[in-house]
């Protein structure tokens, strides 16, 4: 990260997770060619409350202007420095299965300074395949590619596989994994590993969903705030 980090300026982890969507936000107000935005017009495109962005941004500084708002190309640059995203990132993929060829030939990376610079992957039959501008190579190639300045892995490999992958990721010297196997895997300490479990998130979509249709049968409210009510009472009554 730069010098001007986010874990250098000691800004709190759920913090630094909604710069994203700030960030996200303020590159759709800049092609609709947007110059300053208020915290509330913020918050509401990135779903949050204006006194939460707020807070945030002041782990920042002080970048906005009382009565006008922010400018939004100052904010979404002071954004990206500490998110570290003002020069490249390279990016190693291992696992050239549906979701590893997906994930190479996503222009969206690229866009945010994430290069992907290699594809990995341990079955013979699948080295030497043409995915998108790159050709898969084998894993043992991994310890030239961390010398040579990749510093994040993502791991596309089955559920099975997931710590080996790993396991070599952090024997290359990569400290930063992006994990899209559906397991959790172990790291040493100062290793920083984020998981992206797609389908813990289609369960918890289908848990809402099921209270949707729960409380359209019952004609109770869906938040649950009834069932709450009568929870406490309960609980008084006790």
Known sequence: MSVESAAERGIPDAAVARLPGYLRALDTM?????ASVSSEELAVEAGVSSAKLRKDLSHLGSYGVRGVGYDVSHLRYEISRALGLTHDWPVVIVGMGNLGRALAQYGGFEQQGFSVVALLDHDPE????????????????????TGSGVVIGVIAAPAQAAQDVADALVGAGIGSILNFAPSAVNVPDGVQVRRVDLASELQIL????????????????ADGTAASASARTVGVAR
């Open 30 to 34: 800049t092609a609709s060619g947007i």
């Open 126 to 145: 699948v080295v030497g395949q043409r995915v998108g501008d790159l050709v898969v190579q084998p894993m043992t190639v991994l310890p030239a590619l």
């Open 206 to 221: 289908a848990y809402h969903e099921q209270r949707r249709v729960e409380s359209a049968e019952s004609g109770a409210p």
